[in-house]
């Protein structure tokens, strides 16, 4: 993962307005200054929350003992309404505030990876081949965190507040839909439904005490594609008698980097990457099958459609010159996370005001996070907390056996959290 250069000026524009022309956020002094107190208060918990959630890792759409601790502690905060198994193993928390008014969500997810973790902290994951590897253990702690602060503001608070713990962001392992839409489809968020949607990420590229804010789109759509180039068996001696895929499935992969390259603006960063290739089963026989599989990330909407379009016409030249065949399934896991520029607008604007100097305009990033669902059907913002600590070691990058956090962000998260979520329901 990393980010890349390709910011275009409308989106430079609208960073230049925040920064000079955007109004004072509506929460009031006191009540900032109350958020920063509990935040400050509840450190320790939060710490301890994250550890315990951070040995005790669980995958996508199993993360039961997981939401069942965010339910017990959300019963415990006294919310008006607690729902257990939304989009299979979600929890939603309903607070409704003193005074009525608008209805916001909150989002975090809750799932680890499939990787074995490599650092000696105490809190180790305990699970065998799982590790929270993209920090969702933080992100479940922070949002536990911003339970608690909102839940003791709860009589200042004109609306309602929705809490979404979501599962299965890094996907199905068992090849399904995200977590995202599943709660989508379950009706997750619905009764009352969000006017606006909220989340974060917490990210190792930026240092701890700073905040990454984008308006308009913040991370790529992510496709999937899975590739069957077909040849004709037969012996390794005879290659005239055949029809070798394996050179075949070479040429098409060097053709499919003019894709990025060549064939789309240059100002529209693309990138596709084959990430596996395997063909064949023994060294004399010319194999019948070479099978691929890889990613395509885009910032536009037509984007995947239009690299899946140019992916068939090269299959479809290269593998009729040498009587091949070939069978591409082409899928789109989850599109542009596309933050709505009159909410960025104000929400960058209480970020500042707390944050002051601390928010940044990071560069855009070729990831994906499937919250960009969410934003399908509501205004959403989507920022990130920096928990890099290059002093401390603390460096490595999402989905690796060394990743880590300093656990300094988890407070700050809750005051970002709190803040912009208080500031909506206050215009």
């Given amino acids: 993962m990393r980010f890349l250069h390709g910011a275009s000026w409308p989106f430079m524009l609208t960073a230049l307005c925040v920064s000079l022309g ?20 509840i450190t320790p918990a939060l710490i301890a929350t994250r550890r315990d959630l951070h040995q005790h890792p669980e995958l996508g759409f199993r993360e039961t003992r997981t939401a069942g601790i965010v ?5 415990a905060l006294k919310f008006d309404e607690v729902r257990t198994g939304v989009g299979i193993t979600g929890v939603v928390g309903i607070l409704k505030g003193g005074r009525p008014g608008k209805v916001v969500a909150i989002r975090a997810d809750m799932d680890a990876l499939p990787i074995q973790e490599a650092i ?17 253990d933080g992100h479940t702690a922070i949002l536990l965190g911003v339970a ?7 009589a200042e608070i004109p609306g309602t507040v929705m809490l979404l713990f979501q599962p299965a962001e890094e996907g199905d392992p068992d090849g399904g839909k995200t977590g995202a839409l599943r709660v989508l489809e379950a009706n997750g968020l619905a009764n009352p439904k969000p006017d606006v949607i909220f989340g974060l990420h917490l990210d190792p590229q930026i240092e701890v005490g700073q905040i990454g804010v984008r308006s308009g789109p913040a ?14 068996k037969t012996h390794g001696a005879m290659p005239h008698t055949g029809i070798d895929p394996i050179p075949i499935a070479a040429q098409i992969v060097s053709a499919f980097q003019t894709i990025p390259a060549r064939q789309i603006d240059a100002q529209q960063p693309t990138v596709l990457t084959i990430g596996r290739m395997s063909g064949g089963n023994r060294y004399n026989v010319i194999a019948d099958m070479v099978e691929m599989e890889g990613t395509v990330r885009t910032f536009s909407a037509d984007g995947p459609e239009t690299v899946k379009t140019k992916m068939e016409a090269i299959l479809k030249g290269v593998t009729a010159s040498y009587g091949a065949s070939y069978e591409l399934n082409y899928f789109t896991n989850a599109p542009v996370t596309f933050n709505d520029p009159g909410l960025s607008t104000a929400s960058i604007a209480a970020l500042k005001t707390v944050f002051g100097e601390k928010v940044l305009t990071p560069q855009l990033q070729m990831v994906s996070e499937d919250f960009s669902y969410y934003q399908q059907q509501m205004p959403g913002f989507y920022f990130f907390v920096g928990v890099k600590n290059q002093a401390r070691g603390i460096t490595a990058m999402w989905h690796t056996e060394y990743y880590e956090m300093d656990e300094a962000a988890l407070a700050i998260g809750v005051r970002a959290l709190a803040n912009v979520a208080l500031d909506f329901l206050s215009r």
Avoid: W
């Fill in 120 to 136: 000696a902290a105490a809190y180790k994951s305990l699970v065998p081949n799982v590790n929270h590897s993209c920090g969702h």
């Fill in 22 to 41: 955007a109004q004072a956020p509506g929460v009031p002094a006191a009540t900032r200054t109350r958020v920063d107190a509990i935040a400050a208060e």
């Fill in 148 to 154: 608690d602060v909102l839940s003791r503001l709860r």
């Fill in 219 to 232: 991370m790529a759509s992510a496709s999937r594609f899975t590739l069957k180039v077909i040849g004709k």
């Fill in 71 to 75: 339910a017990d502690r959300l019963r």
